[in-house]
């Protein structure tokens, strides 16, 4: 249902507009977020990333580019969605 992904340094894995296809942990380094040219956030691991996207099928609201190399666990987002529809509450523990 996931997969395990390396990235090198600048790796973009969400692009702001984009189709929001997959879903992220962030296993090792770290990724920096911006919306409109603006810095949000640095995540480092543990971090999750593209749930909004993937949960409302809208683009994705923000670019995730690879500051390190970085380790991630990836899921496709209809695989998301089916774990999500079979687990209640699960979206909103998503989310925050």
Known sequence: ?????????GTALAIEGGD????YVLLSGHVTVHRDGAHLADLGPGAQF??????SLENRN???I???PIRVAAI???DLRT???AHDGLA???SN
């Open 50 to 55: 593209g749930e909004t996207g993937v949960l």
């Open 1 to 9: 249902m996931f997969s395990i992904e390396k990235h090198p340094v």
């Open 20 to 23: 929001p296809t997959k879903f």
């Open 92 to 94: 909103a523990k998503l």
């Open 66 to 68: 690879a500051t390190t």
């Open 62 to 64: 923000a670019t995730v």
């Open 83 to 85: 774990v999500v529809d």
């Open 76 to 78: 496709m987002g209809w």
